[in-house]
């Protein structure tokens, strides 16, 4: 085993339907994971791992300062991380006021989908009384066939045109419908604070567009994104094709700079349970996507994360109890985000979350975050990314 240091976060979590995974626990609210103890050693690359990547940021806590976020506080901005619209699959989405103090008025909330394969959304305007809770399924609200994400903030209310407010009283979930009324897993949403007093006007650049951009910044809108994803556990992924029940997980990732115009190539890190680097690869993926956790990175398989031909690679009999079961941890970065145009962004936030799947069953937890960057935005759709005055080379 490993030691790592106490300073973990689970940002908000999740509950599931599935017989093998069900003794997850719930989300705890701790202090935000701060980085590791010991330096990666990767293992040489093989014949299949020609893609490996070892430039970019290292592993580790990232730029000084490091300013980690808690994902489970009331927020006025909800990130939802999956949308399904399509025939025969619901989404079912809520939004409660958690913070309430029972006074005050209404206040509205305005809601977009986006699809995945423009990353262009379709929105509705919902209501909520203080104290108050709305649950409803994605299609009667929004009926367009899509899959994707969702988000919602708190606006002003009255008219089809509102403006952002400052409003940090929102948690959310949502489950994915498999059928009509068959739950396959459910998500919390990840929260982000907005930034100045309460009820304030939280447009601050009159762009129309939220810009994750946390406190520091001239003209702060809402907390900042994520600087790296770290997902603690997967398990050792089976080949397509396994006639046995397959460990056959899903990985979600969310572009979350440059917008509607803006290809993201992200940096996939797989490791193993004793800490070695079993594969390290670049990915490129537009707006929203979900993929077999094993074609993200090959590393993840069951196969590759115990080199039989090394017996100081793994560390023997781990997991505890699960026989010839793998398992390992992942991190995930953003490397740049570039448009139909010139601008490319360096360093690109990004979300990320892994739907377990095996033997049948499912489940979903929202990662864990190393610190956080400024030039997450929802939506731009310009071909120079955020405004209000878009421009090349702005890194936004």
């Known amino acids: 085993m490993v030691a790592t240091r106490t300073a973990w976060i689970r940002a908000l979590g999740v509950v599931s339907s599935s017989s093998l995974l069900s003794s997850l626990v719930a989300a705890s609210a701790a202090a935000p994971f701060q980085g590791f103890q010991a330096d990666a050693v990767g293992r040489a690359p093989g014949a299949n791992q020609a893609s490996l990547g070892t430039t970019g940021r290292t592993l580790g806590p ?29 989404t079912l989405f809520t939004i409660s006021d958690g913070c309430c103090n029972g006074v005050g008025g209404n206040v509205s909330i305005e809601v977009f989908y986006i699809n995945k394969n423009t990353c262009l959304e379709r929105n509705a305007v919902l209501t909520l009384t203080p104290c108050d809770s709305v649950t409803w399924l994605s299609r009667f609200v929004i009926p367009d066939d899509m899959e994707g994400y969702a988000y919602a903030y708190a606006r002003t209310t009255g008219g089809p045109l509102g403006t952002p407010i400052v409003y940090n009283h929102f948690v959310g979930i949502e489950t994915i419908l498999n059928g009509i009324e068959n739950f396959d897993y459910s998500i919390n949403a990840v929260s982000f604070k ?24 001239t003209l702060p809108e809402y907390e900042e994104a994520p600087a790296q994803i770290v997902i ?21 990732l ?84 570039s448009s139909t145009g010139p601008e490319t962004i360096q360093d690109p936030a990004l979300y990320a979350v892994l739907i377990d799947r095996a033997n049948g069953g499912t489940a979903a937890t929202l990662p864990f975050e190393l610190c956080s960057q400024t030039n997450g935005d929802l939506l731009p759709v310009s071909i120079f990314g955020d405004g209000p005055n878009p421009s090349n080379g702005d890194n936004q």
Do not use: M
């Not at 907005?194 to 910044?217: H, K, M, S, V």
């Not at 556990?233 to 979600?252: C, K, N, V």
């Open 232 to 252: 603690p556990r997967f398990f050792g992924q089976d080949p397509p094709g396994t006639t046995a029940p397959p460990y056959d997980s899903e990985l979600i």
């Open 194 to 217: 907005g930034i100045g007093n309460e009820l304030a006007l939280n447009d601050d650049d009159n762009d129309g567009i939220r810009d994750l951009n946390g406190p520091g910044a």
């Open 62 to 90: 990232g730029p000084t300062p490091c300013v980690p976020r808690n994902r489970n506080e009331c927020g006025s901005l909800l990130l939802f991380p999956q949308l399904d619209n399509r025939p025969g699959e619901r």
């Open 254 to 337: 969310i572009a979350l700079s440059g917008g509607a115009s803006f290809t993201t190539i992200a940096r996939l890190s797989a490791f193993n349970d004793k800490g070695t680097l079993t594969g390290r690869f670049t990915q490129s993926f537009f707006c929203w996507d979900k993929r077999p956790l094993r074609d993200w990175n090959p590393g993840t398989l069951n196969t590759a994360l115990n080199d039989v031909d090394d017996p100081n690679d793994d560390d023997p009999n781990e997991p505890l109890g699960l026989g010839a079961r793998q398992a390992g941890w992942l991190l995930i970065d953003g490397v740049t985000s």
